[in-house]
């Protein structure tokens, strides 16, 4: 990994937005989070992320079809999906095209391996 590496966090939870942010930065990379879709959307995040850590159940936009319009613009980042929800088969739904999908709360070592899986060869 390199310093400039840029995770975007996508998540409602203001605990996550807060917390995860700053394990990642712990982690040797640069860290962005957004409360909603649509605000990373708006931002310049969306040309300058190299991986996004998105949750799949939020208001408005899920993570499923925030991933569905990234692929309609040509976005080709990874993607890590995180979840609080138990059922598998919200799980595995986005997982065709995903680096993973992490149930919250998940360990460092989780998210390490996610994140190894997401940028091989940062």
């Known amino acids: ?19 995860l942010p700053d394990l990642l ?10 409360a909603s ?7 310049d995040c969306i040309l300058s ?11 408005g936009m899920s993570g499923p079809e925030l991933q569905q319009e990234l692929i309609r613009r040509g976005h080709t980042t990874p993607i890590i999906f995180i979840t609080a929800l138990a059922d598998k088969g919200v799980r595995s739904a986005p997982l065709h095209s995903t680096s993973a999908c992490l149930s919250k709360p998940f ?6 391996e996610a994140l190894a899986a997401a940028l091989p060869g940062v």
């Open 25 to 34: 930065r712990e982690l040797g990379y640069r860290a962005r989070a957004f």
């Open 49 to 59: 992320a190299q991986c996004l850590i998105l949750d799949i159940a939020m208001p």
């Open 37 to 43: 879709a649509d605000q990373f959307l708006a931002s």
């Open 1 to 19: 990994m390199t310093p400039s590496t840029l995770i975007a966090v996508i998540d409602d939870d203001e605990s996550v937005r807060e917390s």
């Open 107 to 112: 360990s460092e070592l989780e998210l390490r």
